[in-house]
């Protein structure tokens, strides 16, 4: 919610969902410090509320052209791969928890996917978790709607949902997203794009992109968002 501070400062008021994986948002924008995220103003940690920088006018960058919004990503995520404050949860211990709950959630949904996208994903995630390079801090959900024009800075990123891991992981909701085009053509020219711009492994990239694909599904709920995932998984599978 838009609120203004007693100076009569613009500000916005998040009290967050209590679940785990914005547990740690306050951390990680404590630990950016402005630097290409909104910057955290105030936290109340009983209540999950953050009081944070408002962006004005706070335009999606998913509303630029794709082309434009694809650089301005790729410039902002180094800014973002610093290292992790301690609190961070790593990206091996939610690894570990999809690799124990996709199964599950895919039978219990009655199997609304093909099984060998489910099998895809945990391949992915055995293969790539013990294997991973340099641990820096990052946004597990930065697509094109989640970063917003600003006046302190162009562009600011929001909702974190923060991990410490590997930075190709960081290519997935950018790759798997369909904010800046949904088709085949699109998503390859995504990860190809953002591997070769910033000397990332784009097998790892794609790998990763698939498990959080999968793991993020909302099986069995009439999710528009989730469609596309799961098309985007079949795309990067397809030889």
């Not at 162009?154 to 997203?177: H, N």
């Not at 904010?179 to 910033?198: I, P, T």
Request: proline residues 8%; aromatic residues 6%.
């Amino acid at each position: 919610m838009p609120v203004a501070r007693l100076d009569g400062s613009p500000a916005v008021l998040k009290v967050q969902w209590p679940d785990r994986e914005s547990e740690h948002e306050a951390n990680a924008l404590a630990a950016w410090g402005g630097n290409g995220a909104v910057r955290l103003i105030d936290y109340d940690a009983e209540r999950r509320a953050l009081l944070i920088e408002r962006c004005e006018p706070g335009t999606p960058l998913s509303a630029e052209n794709p082309n434009l919004a694809m650089e301005i990503l790729i410039g902002l995520l180094p800014r973002l791969w610093i290292p992790a404050p301690a609190a961070i949860p790593s990206l091996s211990d939610e690894v570990t928890r999809w690799f124990q709950s996709l199964p599950r959630r895919w039978q219990r949904a009655g199997r609304p996917i093909e099984r060998r996208l489910v099998d895809a994903a945990l391949e992915s995630m055995h293969s790539l978790v013990s294997t991973q390079g340099e641990q820096v801090l990052v946004h597990q959900d930065l697509h094109a709607d989640n970063v917003l024009r600003a006046k302190r800075e162009p562009w600011l990123a929001i909702d974190p949902k923060p991990l410490s891991g590997e930075r190709e992981f960081a290519v997935a909701p950018i790759v798997r997203g369909g904010e800046l085009g949904h088709s085949r053509q699109a998503l390859l020219g995504r990860l190809d794009r953002v591997c070769s711009a910033l000397s990332l492994d784009r097998e790892r990239a794609r790998g990763w992109t698939i498990a959080q694909a999968v793991a993020w599904a909302p099986f069995g709920k009439d999710d528009p968002s989730s469609s596309r995932q799961i098309e985007a998984v079949r795309w990067l599978l397809a030889p």
